[in-house]
């Protein structure tokens, strides 16, 4: 009896060997379509695969999305370091580009003063009280500078020296409000027409041109100079151009208001306008009191 179970293991095993390499040759087989048990194994197996995939692949794609995430965050703030460093070397080179343009119209500026030697000067100080009205240079008494030298930046006139010291000099702007500082210009035209700039009007920004010959025709666009009657100023700087044409005292003369060519707000490199001949007193006028020019600077 035993034997006889021991054979039919036997027998069942080389069955079932049989069965299976009979289902490996008939799988081998070039065939166009699966057999049934195939068919069932395939999508069993594949109907389990894809209860895998799918969980696994939803879960990668977040992590990949995360990781893209963060990779666009990263790139994104290199970005922004980059278009700040553009923006600022872009600030600098406008900056560089305006600085350049200015000093070679201040270059070219030089041909203009003929009789007066061209000293180079910068803003180095200007007090919030006082900012319409002095600046503080850094040359002085060392480099030449003396009082009631003109100076001029490359858009025009904007001042003259009122006080020195051995290395620094302040200068009164002409939008001072100093009843006794005048300019002798004159009005660009067919024909000229001479006149004093007496003030500043700071609600209009504008100086004032007074004591104009009523008979001379004067309008509005036309260009105001200095004169250089007025042992000061050089002749033929730029002061500005007139905006209004009005009567002045009685009708007797005529009065103007001049927009500066010169910007007294923006002021970085000016020229200092040495005369080579002897100045003479004139209608340009004196200044205020030097202690008060002095109190000025040290509160500087």
């Given at each position: 009896?035993?034997?006889?179970?021991?054979?039919?293991?036997?027998?069942?095993?080389?069955?079932?060997?049989?069965f299976?390499?009979?289902?490996?040759?008939?799988?081998?087989?070039?065939?166009?379509?699966?057999?049934l048990?195939?068919?069932?194994?395939?999508?069993?197996?594949?109907?389990?695969?894809?209860?895998?995939s799918?969980?696994?692949?939803y879960?990668?794609?977040?992590?990949?999305?995360?990781?893209?995430?963060?990779?666009?965050?990263?790139?994104?703030?290199?970005?922004?370091?980059?278009?700040?460093?553009?923006?600022?070397?872009?600030?600098?080179?406008?900056?560089?580009a305006?600085?350049?343009?200015?000093?070679?119209?201040?270059?070219?500026?030089?041909?203009?003063?003929?009789?007066?030697?061209?000293?180079?000067?910068?803003?180095?100080?200007?007090?919030?009280?006082?900012?319409?009205?002095?600046?503080?240079?850094?040359?002085?008494?060392?480099?030449?500078?003396?009082?009631?030298?003109?100076?001029?930046?490359?858009?025009?006139?904007?001042?003259?020296?009122?006080?020195?010291?051995?290395?620094?000099s302040?200068?009164?702007?002409?939008?001072?409000?100093?009843?006794?500082?005048?300019?002798?210009?004159?009005?660009?035209?067919?024909?000229?027409?001479?006149?004093?700039?007496?003030?500043?009007?700071?609600?209009?920004?504008?100086?004032?041109?007074?004591?104009?010959?009523s008979?001379?025709?004067?309008?509005?666009?036309?260009?105001?100079?200095?004169?250089?009657?007025?042992?000061?100023?050089?002749?033929?700087?730029?002061?500005?151009e007139?905006?209004?044409?009005?009567?002045?005292?009685?009708?007797?003369?005529?009065?103007?208001?001049?927009?500066?060519?010169?910007?007294?707000?923006?002021?970085?490199?000016?020229?200092?306008?040495?005369?080579?001949?002897?100045?003479?007193?004139?209608?340009?006028?004196?200044n205020?009191?030097?202690?008060?020019?002095?109190?000025?600077?040290?509160?500087?």
């Amino acid at each position: 009896m035993p034997q006889f179970f021991s054979n039919k293991r036997l027998i069942l095993l080389l069955v079932g060997v049989i069965f299976l390499v009979a289902l490996i040759s008939f799988s081998l087989k070039d065939r166009d379509n699966a057999s049934l048990p195939e068919q069932i194994v395939k999508d069993v197996v594949g109907f389990g695969q894809s209860l895998f995939s799918k969980p696994t692949q939803y879960i990668t794609g977040v992590f990949d999305n995360v990781d893209s995430l963060l990779n666009t965050y990263e790139e994104n703030e290199r970005l922004k370091g980059r278009l700040e460093e553009f923006a600022k070397l872009q600030a600098d080179v406008n900056d560089l580009a305006s600085e350049n343009t200015r000093l070679r119209e201040i270059v070219d500026k030089q041909d203009d003063l003929r009789d007066y030697e061209p000293i180079q000067a910068t803003v180095i100080a200007r007090n919030p009280d006082q900012w319409e009205k002095k600046v503080i240079l850094d040359k002085g008494e060392v480099h030449g500078v003396k009082k009631n030298m003109a100076i001029i930046t490359a858009q025009g006139l904007i001042g003259k020296v009122i006080l020195t010291t051995p290395f620094t000099s302040s200068v009164e702007l002409l939008s001072t409000q100093n009843p006794i500082y005048r300019v002798s210009a004159k009005v660009m035209g067919k024909k000229q027409a001479f006149g004093l700039i007496e003030g500043y009007d700071d609600e209009r920004k504008e100086l004032i041109l007074k004591r104009i010959d009523s008979n001379i025709e004067i309008e509005v666009g036309q260009q105001v100079m200095s004169s250089g009657l007025g042992g000061i100023f050089p002749q033929g700087l730029l002061i500005g151009e007139i905006t209004e044409v009005s009567t002045d005292d009685y009708g007797l003369t005529k009065m103007a208001y001049i927009k500066p060519a010169a910007d007294f707000q923006l002021l970085d490199h000016v020229i200092i306008a040495k005369r080579l001949m002897t100045t003479a007193d004139g209608a340009d006028g004196d200044n205020t009191s030097t202690d008060d020019v002095a109190e000025d600077e040290d509160a500087s």
